[in-house]
């Protein structure tokens, strides 16, 4: 046990806090690599971290300590893991594993299904453009190997030719950057802790902001990508009623289309070295700790092998 | 699936976009006009004949020029094929993001504000 060991904690918690205003101040394509990447690492930080204090607790049973060569009582002096706290710590990593364990079965099985889709409209798109008739205004992009944009025809009518244009580079920037992995990767990261889901939610709303970016990019016109946005939504809220939903459901989804039009009616976000600086400084703290406590829990199990050692060579020394 | 084979939105995609939400056959120069952007008739047409190629389109006599139209043969089986994905019970959540979710009536309220304040008419359209 170490002061140490409360660094993923308190960096996963500070991260969480910060994942809100982090993908509205800096530019989403820093933003949300940015957040996908350092949720990842605090997320293995605080299982490595909850498994080491498991593990101390495990070696104090004197069979486990057979198996391994270390002193039991040296251990519990140089290592003192009390007893509710690794019992507390082995429930709860089994508990995260199992969590993390299935949202990847379930985003990997997510993703082959969508590959498969992709595979199957196969022939039937132009450019990755698959355009489907229904009287329900609906786009999205479907990830896959070659992914493919899905559009109804209800949608298209909805918007002026301008208006499909930007709808068009935003679903092909979601495959491009290939958003769907980072929305993935962050998913299983707050599965496995718990105080990492505001950051995954902030990378799902993130990959929406980078898509309407790149759109109002390609265009050259903010407010035109604001219009197209709008226009779509009301146009989808009409034709289906009951797709309004309450504001908490809705923030949970992630991408609040409120905030992206307000966003593209501001100035586009510009870079802040210093702040990106401040979540990097925040996941090498948290790394340089989780190391740092990893290789301290190694030299004090040698020092009850090394105690073990000495106990079994004066026990098998002749008698004088 | 690199970024070099996946432009940003394609003209040819634009084209088929354009025809799709017409729903009736399109000259050449109606499509030009409907696009509204600085593209030059010859341009228009080279994505018209290409997509005709691949068999996205078919094409027919309307005075001197061919009116093109969306294939319809397999859009409709796309969209059966689409309805069949959609009910199956992949993980939506993580694979999917739509351009646009569901709406609180406090965002209508918003949207429709902003379409009223920042919105010129729609061009090329009834």
Redesign the interface.
Known sequence: MHVLMVAPLIGAALLGLASRRLTRVLPPSASVPLLTATALLEALAGGAILGILAFTFAATNSELAALGHWSVPVLRRVDPVPAPLGILAAAVVAVLMGAATWRAG??T???W??DA?CR??R??N?????????AEP??????G???Q???S?A???A???????V??????????HR??LY??VA?IAAAANPLLRPAAHAV?AG??RWADE??AA?VSDR?LA??A??????A??HANPR?????AA?SA?G????DR?KAL?SDPPVPRRALTLLIVTLAVLTAVSTVATARMTEHRFELAQAAWSQTLALEQAPAP | MTEARRPAGSLEQEVLAALAAAGRPLTPAEVREDLGRDLAYTTVLTALTRLYEKGALTRGRQGRAYAYTVAADSATLTARRMRQLLASDTDRATVLSRFVAELTPAEEQLLEQLLRDHGPPRRGRR
């Not at chain 1, 609906?138 to 990830?143: S, T």
């Not at chain 1, 709808?167 to 491009?176: G, K, N």
């Not at chain 1, 991408?255 to 409120?258: C, E, N, R, T, V």
Request: charged share 25%; no cysteine.
């Open positions: 379930r985003a099985r997510g993703l299904q969508a889709a199957r409209l022939g039937h132009v450019d990755g453009l698959v355009i489907v008739p229904d609906d786009a999205y992009a479907l990830p190997r070659a992914g944009v899905v559009v025809t949608m298209l009518r918007l002026s030719a301008a208006e499909r244009r709808l068009l580079a935003h679903e092909s920037s979601h495959l491009r958003h769907h929305v993935a998913d799902r990959v929406e790149d759109a390609l407010r604001a219009r946005l709008a226009r779509a939504a009301l989808r809220a797709g309004r939903i309450a504001s809705l989804a991408a609040l289309i409120g039009a009616l």
